[in-house]
């Protein structure tokens, strides 16, 4: 039991390093391949973030139950991946920080390129369609 006290330190300050504990206690271990993989998760869980309220899950005509159970339970996973990357933030770690920022912003990136495109594909047809009945 004195073992294990003394490797769970908090860090209350930002700091680089791999000693971090992320989420769960003795995760990555002071492991670099344990940490990487860390900071994948923390990435990837921020991207889904982003991504996951903007995918349309509902066709028109769907029961409205089902339609807003579906909506919930993308709900849940979406809220509690938000508590996840904030629960792993707040290790103080720089790089699951960066990670976390990183995941986001591609996420958010990748979201609004599929929306510009879509509009400006729907300009297109319309315009060329204008241009056709001219």
């Given at each position: 039991m004195m073992n294990m006290k003394?490797?769970?330190?908090?860090?209350?300050?930002l700091y680089w390093g791999t000693d971090a504990i992320?989420?769960?206690?003795?995760?990555?271990?002071?492991?670099?391949?344990?940490?990487?993989?860390?900071?994948?998760?923390?990435?990837?869980?921020?991207?889904?973030?982003?991504?996951?309220?903007?995918?349309?899950t509902i066709k028109q005509g769907t029961n409205h139950i089902k339609g807003g159970f579906i909506q919930a339970t993308i709900y849940f996973f979406r809220i509690s991946f938000h508590y996840f990357v904030m629960l792993a933030v707040m290790s103080f770690n720089i790089g699951i920080f960066i990670a976390a920022v990183a995941g986001h912003t591609l996420g958010f990136f990748l979201v609004k390129s599929r929306a510009i495109f879509a509009a400006n594909k729907k300009q297109n047809l319309e315009s060329?369609?204008?241009?056709d009945e001219i």
């Open positions: 003394k490797h769970m330190k908090m860090h209350m300050s992320v989420l769960f206690p003795g995760w990555p271990n002071q492991s670099v391949s344990m940490y990487f993989l860390a900071i994948l998760f923390v990435f990837f869980l921020g991207m889904v973030i982003e991504i996951l309220p903007n995918k349309p060329s369609v204008a241009i």
